[in-house]
């Protein structure tokens, strides 16, 4: 059997290609107005920051996203007198005392928070994680990392937001 496609259906398959790509990270793409709770029941407003964040999306039965926590702490610490300000959230934490647990068996000293409805809406993330936004100090998206990232890029992209 033969199975002819033509043009249309072509542009179309295109398009719902396209579609499919919610949310691709430009220089000109600001990110939204956000605001969580911290692991240590802080509140954490995207407004109030005002330096370079890495904003991690990860999830507490994701091994890709765990494997990536010790690099976003020594980047954290590395880079913290350059101004930059690491953030985890996580996807599927139930409450703040789950979380500060789960810190503090990893040892990160970095904010942890619990994501809403609101900040997965306005970041288009749903349960597929690791996913990695940089912001820069006026809160534009300069790069998003969907998956494990290696340290070497992620490190790249927080020097070339640095300005280092």
């Known amino acids: 059997m033969v199975v002819m496609i033509n043009i249309k259906t072509i542009s179309l398959l295109c398009a719902l290609a396209l579609g499919a790509m ?7 793409d600001t990110a ?8 240590t029941g802080k509140s954490i ?8 964040t890495v904003v991690n999306f990860w999830a507490t039965y994701c091994l890709p996203c765990i494997v990536e926590m010790p690099t976003l702490q020594s980047l954290s610490q590395k880079y913290a007198k350059d101004g930059l300000t690491v ?6 934490a139930q409450s703040t005392v789950m979380l500060k647990a789960f810190a503090d068996k990893l040892k990160t000293s970095y904010a942890m928070a619990l994501a809403n409805p609101q900040i997965m809406s306005d970041f288009h993330v749903s349960d ?8 820069d100090q006026q809160g534009r998206v300069l790069s998003k990392h969907s998956g494990y990232v290696k ?10 937001a640095l300005k280092l």
């Open 32 to 39: 939204p107005t956000w605001s969580v709770t911290s692991h």
């Open 128 to 135: 597929n994680v690791p996913m990695t936004f940089i912001l």
């Open 22 to 28: 919610a949310f691709q990270a430009r220089a000109t």
């Open 151 to 160: 340290r070497e890029e992620l490190e790249k992209d927080i020097r070339t």
């Open 45 to 52: 407003h995207s407004t109030s920051l005002g330096k370079v």
């Open 87 to 92: 953030i985890g959230v996580s996807v599927d």
